[in-house]
Structure formats: C-alpha cells, structure tokens
C-alpha cells in the first residue's frame, strides 16, 4: 500500500489509534486527527513519527475543510472519533450532553465525509470510507440511548453513501465492535474491570475484543480483497451480541 494515504479521525487513543499504527506498518501513509495534542503526538512517536496529525475538533465544519485543503490526495477515510456518557445515561438529558453525543459520533462524522466524498468527485477520483458504528446502534442500548442512535445514525447514513455516490467509485462500510477494552470502556463503566469475566462468559470466543481485532477488519475493507464490498456492515463481536439474542 505504498503511497496510499489514509486520514483517520479519533485517531490519537484506542480503536483509532490501533488503526493508525496497523496502516502505517502496511506501507500507508497516516494522517490523524484528534482534540488532545498530547494522545496524537505519541502515537507519532511510537511511529517513528511516520503518522502525521492535525489537532481539529470533528465538529468545526471549517477546520476540517482547511485540513483536507492541506493534504494533497486522500484515498481512505477511516472515522474513529466518538464519545459517550460517563456512567449511565441520565433518563432526564440536558441539551449540552445530546448536543455532545450527536454533534460529535454523528454530526461531525456526517460533515467529513460529506466534505471527503466532494474533494474525491471534483478531483475525478474514486476513495474509501470506513466508519465505526457500535453493536449499539444495530440493537440499542438500554444504558446509552444517545450513544446507540448517533451509532445507528451512523449506519444508515453509510448506506446511503454507499448507494449514492457508487457509480462514482466511491466504497463506504461500516465496522460494528461489539465490547472492546479501550479507555473508553473505562469512561462509560467506571467499574469495567469488574464486569470483564461477565462478558467473556457470554461471548463464543470467550474474550473480550481488541482495538488491533479491529484495525485487521479496517484493513481487509481498503484491500483488493474487499474492492466488491460497499454499504456493508460488519460486526466484530467475537459472537457477543449472539447471546443477547
């Protein structure tokens, strides 16, 4: 994958951060984006400072389109970034946290590719979408309503990207992680640790997923091997949502 260049977003900690270094040990070209110059700066450390990144905010419309306007050819957009709620969701919401949820998992996902998939027609070129949804948003969450419906939004508006912009030769997917231990795990279960044997009892496999279980996935879906694929969703559970049925 020489040469080919690829532009995450979320991709300073976690799943994000898991993709960035997978696709730069494969000969990509990185680009990531994140809030917390700290994060970003260490996964291009770890790289040999062979990813470079663009501290932005998903949700500023204009920094967004200065950085595309900065990177000169973008063949993949992978969207990592997301947040959810500490703890529970409250049953009474405030609109700074649905605006928080939305704005950022569904919204900010929405613009980039809205914007990526414009700079590809107007260059007469064809480009790759990943997003990460959530077995969230494919079954919802009694415990994050929010979370789950920016991660169902997320889903269906991939199909319709899919659908629309096709004949363009423009592919998007979606993977669906099911329970992965990542910081965020710790943000949405302050007690994670102690529901991990739980779940590892209920999902087949018998272990809980990892961000690289996931970054092995992003790579299949921007390889030779998956050129017939789009508007799909795959979900990398390890058969955990299996036992919910």
Known sequence: MKNKVV???????GIGEAIAIAFCKNGYDVYILGRRKEKLEKVCNDSDNLI???VCDINDHNSIKQILNKIDRVDT????????????????????EINDIINTNLKGTLSICLQMVDKWKNDNAKGNI????????????????????SKAGIIAFSRSIAS?????????????????????????????DDYIEDIENKTPLKRLGTPSDIAKV??????DNSE??????IVVDGGYTLSQE
């Open 7 to 13: 532009l995450i977003t979320g991709g300073g900690t």
């Open 52 to 54: 470079n990144y663009f």
């Open 77 to 96: 957009l992978i969207n990592c970034a997301g947040i959810i709620s500490s703890g529970e969701e409250s049953e009474k919401y405030n609109y700074t």
């Open 130 to 149: 990943i997003n990460i949804g959530s077995i969230a948003g494919k079954s919802g969450s009694k415990y994050f309503p929010l979370y789950s419906s």
């Open 164 to 192: 629309r912009y096709g004949e363009s030769g423009i592919r998007c997917n979606v993977i669906s992680p099911g329970v992965i231990k990542t910081p965020m795990s710790y943000v949405e279960t302050p007690n994670f």
């Open 218 to 223: 992003a790579l299949f879906l921007d390889s």
């Open 228 to 233: 017939f694929i789009t508007g799909q969703e």
